[in-house]
């Protein structure tokens, strides 16, 4: 007799914990889910979704390089048939919103992800949209309020670059990361500057640290004194 089998679903963890990424890769194998790499930050998950072409993307929104929106982005440019699953931190709409204009499939806190993880991924295979109890009633309640959130200003790109910039990498240092010259780098910046009507790199970092492309912390403070600012437009001229 003819046997029928179903492999199983293909995914990709991305997060820059490991011992979040072993925690979940656990998880998943008990539901018959087969985890064919992992990646510590965003542009690594973009080459894994190249190579490996992966049924679901599960990228967490903070990432080093490249957030997980913007890595989003860049995986169903490449895999159109990959399905994004986004696992943050935050609950604010912008980022939400953000998620689900770039086509985003799912959005699960990561205080949540042990017990909702599994439901979520059988149920953006299906091809439905899912959101977390929480994250559906941020996305209800500025639809209530008419939430006419303005579209990011900036492109892809610009995105990236000030990312980087926010991390504390120079330009030479981001140049070679995005495999471009020096002087594309400070040309992308001067755009981002323009665009924004930010002047300084550290209110280059503050925007980035609100719009959840970085999380605030020693390294990437959101409030510094003058003599930091200095050292931060230094540091990205070396």
Do not use: W
């Not at 439901?119 to 949209?129: H, K, P, T, Y």
């Amino acid at each position: 007799m003819l046997q029928l089998t179903h492999e199983a679903p293909r995914l990709i963890l991305a997060d820059d914990h490991a011992i979040l990424r072993d925690g979940l890769k656990a998880i998943l194998g008990e539901h018959g889910l087969d985890v064919v790499g992992e990646a510590s930050d965003g542009h690594e998950a973009v080459r894994l979704a190249q190579t490996l072409s992966p049924d679901v993307a599960v990228l967490d929104i903070s990432m080093p390089m490249l957030n997980g929106i913007d890595a989003g982005r860049q995986i169903l440019k490449n895999s159109p048939a990959t399905k994004i699953l986004i696992l943050t931190m935050y609950t604010e709409d912008r980022y939400v919103l953000a998620s689900l204009r770039a086509g985003i499939a799912g959005f699960v806190l990561k205080s949540k992800a042990a017990s909702l993880l599994v439901e979520a991924i059988r149920a953006i295979l299906r091809g439905e949209v899912y959101l977390c109890p929480t994250i559906a009633r941020v996305v209800s309640e500025a639809y209530l309020a008419k939430d006419d959130t303005p579209a990011d200003p900036l492109s892809s790109r610009e995105r990236e670059v000030l990312q980087l910039i926010a991390e504390g990498r120079n330009t030479k240092e981001i140049g070679s990361i995005l495999g471009v010259s020096s002087k594309t780098i400070e040309s992308h910046r001067a755009n981002i500057m323009q665009k924004l009507n930010i002047h300084e790199v550290a209110g280059l970092v503050r925007y980035a640290i609100r719009e959840g492309l970085v999380q605030e912390s020693p390294l990437v403070p959101l409030r510094m004194s003058m003599e930091q600012e200095l050292e931060l437009e230094a540091k990205y001229k070396n």
